[in-house]
């Protein structure tokens, strides 16, 4: 079955670590996504990248690094930058609608 | 002005009866809109994209589209206690992003 893989589901980190979230489709989608939501907040859209190689920083990349090696794969690093990073991360690819991953929740301990 | 914006609710409505669920956005250069439901500590779930001006039914659901007045909306009929959860409402804007509003939390109660 053609999805979106997200891996770890739960996912803790220490003070001043950096940490990264793995992003996987075999949907063949050019665009794949990076959101964060907070407990009872809408998406927001951390990065997004249209093709390999290229990727742009959306309405709050600070504190976060991505790559596109792969059109499959594209894993978000939360780095010691990003002060308040517990939040639920959601990787989503289209061709004209999104579709989601499973998501990983992140705490900081 | 935030772009995509929703009435927070909760909205409860009683089992069977219709729910209604609204959406508003700024850019007018948008051209894609999507509902999403999304059940507590889960991710989101396309349920309808509309296109053009007018209506679009799929089973229960019902979205209609007002590109002049910049305003979504989701019909759900005969609502079920499985419909309660959060309904997010998306915009395609003309940067290619898809954006979201804060989302409307519906209360179906039997």
């Known amino acids: 079955d053609g999805g979106i893989t997200q891996s770890p589901k739960y996912l803790f980190r220490k003070e001043g670590q950096n940490v990264t979230l793995s992003c996987e489709q075999n949907?063949?989608?050019?665009?794949m996504y990076w959101y964060r939501q907070d407990p009872g907040q809408g998406l927001r859209l951390i990065y997004y990248?249209?093709?390999?190689?290229?990727?742009q920083k959306g309405d709050i990349a600070e504190g976060y690094s991505v790559s596109r090696e792969k059109k499959e794969s594209f894993p978000l690093t939360v780095t010691s930058a990003q002060k308040n990073p517990t939040a639920f991360y959601l990787c989503a690819s289209s061709s004209r609608v999104l579709t989601f991953g499973s998501g990983t929740r992140l705490t900081v301990v | 002005q935030k772009e995509v914006e929703q009435n927070s609710g909760p909205l409860s409505v009683p089992e069977g009866a219709i729910a209604s669920l609204n959406c508003t956005y700024s850019?007018?250069?948008?051209?894609?809109f999507f509902w999403y439901r999304q059940y507590s500590g889960k991710s989101p779930e396309l349920i309808m994209s509309?296109?053009?001006?007018g209506e679009k039914e799929d089973g229960r659901f019902t979205a209609q589209l007002n590109k002049a007045s910049q305003y979504v909306s989701l019909l759900i009929r005969d609502s079920q206690p499985s419909d309660s959860a959060t309904y997010l409402c998306?915009?395609?804007?003309?940067?290619?992003?898809?954006?979201f509003g804060p989302g409307t939390r519906l209360s179906v109660l039997p």
């Open positions: 990248s249209q093709i390999v190689n290229d990727f």
């Open positions: 509309i296109y053009s001006n």
């Open positions: 949907l063949n989608h050019d665009a």
């Open positions: 998306a915009v395609l804007n003309y940067g290619q992003n898809f954006v």
């Open positions: 850019d007018r250069g948008s051209q894609s």
